[in-house]
């Protein structure tokens, strides 16, 4: 399967070692924003496990459950979404340059390629926060596991957060709302790590 018929079809239905192959290939998808998308729903899988094992230490552990599968489930898609996006930006970066309109495309191209990373950010944000809550209140046997997904999640915001800030950045759209945007998401990450390691929580 080439990447093309990959990404129609979904990065998901890849066994692993295909995808990584794929990843450190000299081809330029699938790049950051969907290892980001990855990463984000493995950190969310995580949190779903140790959701389910919180039963007995956590009221309303099942909603933690659900809540976690369904970032699960809206994050790994979004692998798929970034790579094509960012045909859109190579494409119109091939145009003539004598073109009229080529900059005015690639501004255009760059600004919807970066409201995948956003969205990878905002569920990573997300995640961290159900991690961090778990890490403090669940179940103690799955707090590595919860703290993993906590740590992981904050990267992967971060990343995320700075692809999309790059591509922002490059259309020109430096007073863009999107940046403040992602700079909150990326405190909010930062929040849930700290509390998720705070000494109150390990003593």
Not at 179 to 184: H, V
């Amino acid at each position: 399967m080439n990447e093309t018929e990959a990404s129609s079809k979904g990065y998901a239905a890849l066994p692993l070692q295909d995808f990584l192959e794929m990843v450190g290939s000299s081809e330029p998808d699938p790049g950051g924003g969907a290892v980001c998308a990855v990463a984000s729903s493995l950190a969310a899988a995580l949190a779903e496990m140790a959701s389910r094992f919180s039963e007995k230490h956590l009221d309303g552990s099942h909603r933690l459950v659900q809540r976690a599968k369904e970032l699960r489930e809206e994050a790994l898609p979004l692998a798929g979404r970034d790579a094509e996006s960012y045909k859109e930006v190579l494409a119109a970066y091939r145009l003539p340059k004598e073109d009229p309109q080529r900059k005015q495309k690639i501004r255009e191209a760059l600004s919807r390629a970066a409201d995948v990373p956003l969205q990878i950010a905002d569920i990573s944000c997300r995640t961290a926060a159900l991690a961090s809550t778990l890490s403090r209140s669940g179940n103690p046997n799955l707090k590595g596991d919860a703290v993993a997904a906590v740590l992981l999640a904050e990267a992967t915001a971060k990343a995320a957060a700075n692809l999309a800030e790059i591509n922002l950045k490059q259309a020109g759209l430096n007073d863009d709302p999107r940046l403040k945007e992602l700079g909150n998401l990326q405190e909010e990450a930062k929040k849930a790590r700290e509390e998720a390691l705070s000494p109150e929580v390990s003593a």
